[in-house]
C-alpha cells in the first residue's frame, strides 16, 4: 500500500522534489493515483459515512441507517 503524509516533507525543497519525480514518473504517477482513488472510496463510502457521523451524534440509538 502507497502511503502519504505531510510529515514525509519537512521543507518546500522536500515536497517540490516528490512533485517533480511524480511529474517525471507516469507508472508512480498512475499508481498513486489508483491508490488514493481505492483509499477515497474505501474511507468515505456515504453509507460508512453517514452510519459514523450517527453513531457520534446519537450514540445511545440504534446506529442501523
Known sequence: AITFSRSNFSSTR???EAM???IADD???LQYGKAARERV???FDLEKVM????QV???KEDTEL
Open 57 to 59: 451524534l446519537f450514540p
Open 20 to 22: 517533480d519525480t511524480l
Open 27 to 29: 507508472a508512480l504517477r
Open 41 to 43: 472510496l474505501e474511507k
Open 14 to 16: 522536500s515536497l517540490a
Open 51 to 54: 452510519a459514523q457521523t450517527k
